[in-house]
């Protein structure tokens, strides 16, 4: 806005004097945005951006379309976020608005963001019990909150569930000696991600 302002000096006489008006224009102060995006350990998207001069607060805004319509999911006085209730597979999009302690307010452009399923990498050994019946083994993963043992007789077969367990070893006490059968972990991470194992087979002695 474009505002106009004048002076009025009273004299010790009591006369009033105008000055001639001028005028002066309020303008935003220049806010440049710096927004990057990441991961974190669960392959939630997050956001970080830098503080901005005379910053109150911030909202994050997103959308499942680059021109859709944009939420407000977050208010913030720091300068960073995470998309807690992202799904695996599925693209946001974001933009971050800073309103500044004069009133202002000045919106991002718009940044995206995939979330993905952590890294899971299965090390599963397989060897034998007393009884020759086939067992596997596997190293926990991080962020696991079970897992689930499926069985084959054949490699492209079907494969059935044959055990759930929070532990990292499975014994197939009903295998039949000189049978190979073929198997497959699959683990169910708390943020309720599954991602299976490769398969790996066994012969009952």
Request: aromatic fraction near 14%.
């Amino acid at each position: 806005k474009t505002y106009y302002y004048y002076v009025k000096a009273v004299l010790a006489d009591g006369k009033e004097v105008y000055s001639e008006a001028v005028s002066n224009t309020y303008i935003v102060p220049e806010v440049v945005f710096e927004l990057t995006t990441g991961h974190n350990d669960a392959g939630k998207p997050t956001l970080k951006w830098n503080n901005v001069t005379g910053a109150a607060s911030y909202e994050v805004y997103r959308s499942t379309a680059a021109d859709g319509d944009f939420v407000k999911t977050f208010t913030t006085k720091g300068t960073s976020y995470t998309n807690t209730s992202a799904v695996a597979g599925n693209t946001y999009y974001y933009k971050v608005k800073v309103i500044l302690t004069n009133g202002e307010e000045v919106v991002s452009d718009v940044v995206s963001n995939t979330c993905i399923i952590p890294g899971v990498v299965f090390d599963i050994t397989a060897g034998h019990n007393n009884a020759g019946k086939p067992t596997l083994r596997w190293a926990d993963i991080a962020g696991a909150a079970s897992y689930e043992v499926y069985r084959s007789t054949a490699v492209d077969g079907d494969y059935v569930k044959m055990f759930t367990t929070q532990g990292n070893t499975y014994t197939n006490t009903s295998a039949i000696a000189g049978r190979t059968y073929y198997y497959k972990v699959k683990v169910i991470l708390t943020n309720g991600e599954e991602v299976y194992s490769e398969v790996i087979d066994n012969t009952c002695l």
